[in-house]
């Protein structure tokens, strides 16, 4: 990093561009929960103060195993640093704030309110934001000029590529291609195993059976309420725990990831995913570390004549340096109000079966495979969220805001810079193309073919009209139908659009679609 600056001070500036600073080494370093790695720290031995709120649980319905990762990770980092931290469990945080009578710093945090929050907190000097690998200033510079239309990640990448030098020959990309994402989009495999081992998983100790305790009391007080199951814990709380995640998926899993990774099957939830979201976004994995770690395993292999797939390497690259800090930075860039951003003029609330993760409620097999997952994990891979579940909303119009905020409470590694731009834009379209140049509406001959839900299920994916129609392939329909003059300038929704002329049964497909809703399927 480059050196100290003078630190922000209160209330200067705006939170998404403010020129904060880098280091601030002589003060109480604020930790919030997702800032919890050594890389949040300017010394090792830097003093921390660590707030648990509880008021952050009373505000949202939350999936239980978030709540419980969430306190988990900030009260085992309170035990690693001993009395280097002082640990505040207090209903807020401004609570917590006032009985601290020292300066403090604090990395800017990840959301707007808690970024408006520390600028406002007298005695707070605000740093930089850590936990990504393009910092804000430099997304800003490759951003500025660019229209909506022109944010491309694609093009982020390929400039964050050549400035950290990772996975290049000198200024050509390894291996000649810069995106090998045409190579990872196999089926899932015949046989219906995953492709690679079972993943590491962490032990619980007994801090999770003292956070379990007290969740268990609150609820029972009536003073938080919680959706899905509770426990075991899947994903790790502390640095040395994501440590043997990192070292599990680069030693047994990377080299299997690429293929296979937009699959779906009903009893391998895992597949060769890295299942790094949660601690990357809790702050205890550096990605900047680990794409370089990534990297060497690659070249590592290439070494020893056994090389990984390229095409697995650098998907995985792609999605840490790439998709994830895209994101994060466009949050910040696009502002306040994209979230608000309702293009295809979606009305419907979302369902309480779906709120309730009420997965026996419907008889889809594909939804409810997803949605039991989710209520026993709180985490399915991406395509199930934006293939399945986004996929479900956008065909039945469901507020793009109502399913970004339970997008954010039913993932544990669902934060609001995450859920945003990843729902109302990729998912949604709801800002009209900004992310995504077409919707990503599909059929149930999509699910059928990168998934085993369709066998079995009582729904044909080939049918959109009767008892077996298929929901999503008559929702796909009566979708374009609702929204076919909103997309008709879209050049890549012109084909979709003029096989609606083609149905000979498109008024039984809309009819049928609007008496379903937004009903169980």
């Not at 050049?491 to 049964?505: E, I, V, Y």
């Amino acid at each position: 990093m480059a050196g100290a600056r003078t630190p922000v001070e209160r209330g200067a500036g705006d939170p998404a561009t403010a020129d904060f600073a880098v280091q601030a080494p002589d003060t109480r370093r604020w930790c919030f929960a997702d800032q919890l790695g050594g890389h949040f720290l300017d010394a090792p031995d830097q003093p921390v103060l660590l707030v648990g709120s509880r008021a952050v649980f009373r505000r949202r319905r939350f999936h239980r195993q978030k709540a419980h990762l969430l306190l988990s990770a900030l009260r085992h980092r309170a035990a690693e640093l001993g009395d280097q931290a002082v640990f505040l469990q207090t209903d807020t945080y401004g609570e917590a704030l006032d009985r601290v009578t020292e300066p403090l710093s604090v990395c800017a945090p990840t959301t707007w309110p808690a970024r408006d929050f520390v600028l406002r907190r007298p005695g707070v000097a605000v740093l930089e934001a850590r936990g990504f690998v393009t910092r804000q200033a430099d997304f800003r510079r490759w951003a500025e000029g660019r229209s909506r239309q022109r944010l491309l990640m694609d093009d982020f990448y390929r400039v964050a590529r050549r400035v950290h030098d990772v996975l290049m020959d000198g200024a050509e990309p390894v291996g000649g291609a810069w995106n090998t994402d045409h190579d990872n989009r196999e089926p899932p495999p015949a046989d219906g195993r995953s492709p690679a081992p079972a993943p590491w998983l962490p032990a619980e100790d007994e801090i999770d059976e003292q956070v379990r305790a007290d969740l268990d009391a609150w609820e029972a007080a009536g003073d938080v309420a919680f959706v899905g199951d509770d426990g075991p814990r899947l994903f790790p709380v502390t640095a040395a725990e994501a440590e043997e995640r990192v070292r599990d998926f680069l030693a047994h899993r990377l080299g299997a990831f690429g293929p296979h990774e937009d699959a779906m099957l009903a009893d391998e939830p895992w597949l060769a995913h890295s299942m790094l979201s949660a601690p990357l976004n809790l702050g205890l994995v550096d990605p900047r570390e680990l794409v370089h770690r990534a990297e060497q395993a690659y070249r590592d292999s290439v070494a020893a004549g056994d090389p990984l797939p390229l095409n697995s390497v650098e998907g995985f690259v792609r999605q840490v340096m790439g998709w994830r800090d895209w994101i994060w930075h466009l949050y910040w860039h696009l502002g306040r109000d994209y979230r608000h951003g309702n293009a295809l003029d979606a009305q419907q609330e979302v369902p309480a079966w779906l709120a309730d993760l009420d997965a026996e409620a419907v008889d889809a097999n594909c939804l409810s495979h997803v949605l039991a997952d989710v209520r026993e994990r709180g985490w399915v891979h991406h395509i199930p969220r934006l293939m399945v579940l986004g996929n479900y909303g956008l065909q039945r119009g469901i507020r793009p805001l109502a399913l970004t905020d339970w997008f954010h409470r039913v993932f544990v590694d669902g934060y609001d810079w995450v859920m945003v731009a990843n729902v109302v834009g990729m998912s949604q379209h709801a800002d009209g193309g900004a992310l995504a140049t077409k919707p990503y509406a599909a059929g149930g001959a999509y699910i059928d073919r990168m998934s085993d839900y369709c066998g079995g299920c009582r729904y044909d994916p080939r049918k959109r009209v009767g008892e077996d129609a298929c929901p999503f392939t008559a929702g796909y329909w009566a979708f374009l139908d609702r929204n076919r003059e909103r997309l008709a300038d879209n050049r890549r929704m012109r084909q979709p659009l003029a096989g609606l002329g083609r149905l000979r049964d498109l008024e039984a497909v809309v009819e049928q679609e609007q008496s379903r809703g937004t009903d169980p399927l």
